[in-house]
């Protein structure tokens, strides 16, 4: 019987070449030519759901994402941070104990789940992070972007290239009412605990000509230790990057600095297969900006001004892929390509169990130039 190649659809997404879906794929017994397909198409689209894996186990899980990236050393792409208690990532991961690289996240108490006993999962909400939140009489019909992010350690690990993400359970079909509250008036309407996507490509190509060839030479210095480090500070009420109040922790109250550790990375890492270039920052984690001219930026407060300034035409609602999470969806996401965020506002009944797996990559990221940082 002729084996059948996998289908790639596109999805009908907010523009074309961001998102596709592919049917009966076979994680648990993955083809090389299957993988292939898989991995064009991610490198196309930067985000691609697997339906109906429901059965995929953790382990299936691990090895597709380190599939993208063989030689890495197979460690969770945020290393120990999590040990970290002031960490602001601390409280949204639990992991799973026979594979440490996937992480379970979600809403609610669970008695046991892969090996893990009387948990409870607590959805990230805007009202612990952002500056200004939503009024708590109207929580549960409106929502926030939570942390516009890259899945990166962005201190002495390398930024992964893929994350996979595993719907086990959904809650019901609630929508909310996204609000940006920036004063632009924009909102979305959105399915209750969506991950919101957007692609760097885009992020980069709807800048002007000027823009783009600032953002080609500059390179954005990420703050050490930079999740302990932004815990007692606020964000945007968009999610995209911090308000500067100089509420930052000093570096003696950070875990031990290694200079050498501290990341310097290009505003644009450019695609494997496409050549394409994406705008890549995690605004949040910013702590200065290096311009092409050799000036380096160090007022955080104009930093984070300028980067909110190239990133906040790409997160309206237009350029927004707000997945409607299925149970059984298995997303893979082009971690160097895309910038994504938790949404949503939960009551204490809602459950939401999901499985999160990337691992810090075996190489650095590829500048415009095709040098690795």
Not at 6 to 30: K, S, T, Y
Not at 250 to 261: A, G, H, I, K, Y
Not at 332 to 361: D, I, K, Y
Request: aromatic share 8%.
């Amino acid at each position: 019987m002729a084996v059948k190649t996998l289908e790639v659809r596109p999805l009908d997404g907010p523009h074309p070449q961001f998102g596709a879906e592919i049917d009966n794929v076979d994680i648990e017994n993955l083809r090389d030519e299957d993988f292939e397909v898989i991995r064009n198409a991610l490198y196309n689209y930067h985000v691609v759901v697997l339906k109906n894996q429901a059965g995929v186990s953790p382990k299936a899980q691990y090895e597709i994402t380190k599939r993208f990236d063989p030689t890495c050393e197979g460690s969770y792409g945020h290393g120990k941070t999590l040990d970290a208690k002031r960490s602001v990532l601390h409280p949204d991961l639990k992991t799973i104990p026979h594979q440490p690289q996937v992480q379970v996240i979600g809403n609610g108490s669970y008695e046991e789940y892969e090996g893990l006993k009387n948990f409870v999962l607590k959805h990230p909400h805007h009202r612990v992070f952002h500056k200004s939140v939503i009024p708590e009489e109207d929580d549960l019909d409106f929502t926030r972007f939570y942390r516009w992010h890259i899945d990166a350690a962005l201190y002495a690990l390398n930024p992964p290239k893929v994350t996979s993400l595993m719907a086990v359970k959904v809650p019901a079909g609630r929508r909310q009412t996204l609000r940006y509250d920036d004063g632009t008036g924009e909102e979305m309407d959105v399915p209750l605990g969506t991950t919101a996507f957007v692609s760097g490509q885009n992020m980069y190509d709807i800048l002007s000509e000027d823009d783009k060839e600032f953002v080609r030479g500059a390179k954005v210095e990420y703050a050490p230790h930079p999740y302990v480090w932004m815990s007692s500070a606020k964000s945007r009420t968009d999610g995209l990057g911090m308000i500067s109040e100089g509420l930052e922790l000093p570096l003696s109250e950070l875990p031990p600095v290694d200079e050498s550790q501290i990341k310097i990375l290009p505003m644009c890492w450019k695609n494997p297969v496409t050549g394409k270039l994406a705008l890549q920052i995690h605004p949040s984690a910013i702590k200065a900006i290096h311009k092409p001219d050799g000036e380096v930026i160090t007022d955080l407060k104009e930093a984070r001004d300028l980067v909110h300034r190239l990133q906040r035409p790409a997160i309206s609602p237009q350029y927004v892929y707000a997945h409607d999470w299925v149970e059984g969806d298995f997303v893979l996401f082009n971690n160097q390509g895309v910038t994504h965020s938790v949404v949503g506002a939960f009551s204490p009944e809602e459950r939401r169990l999901f499985r999160q797996c990337n691992m810090a990559s075996s190489e650095g990221v590829m500048g415009p130039d095709g040098v690795l940082y």
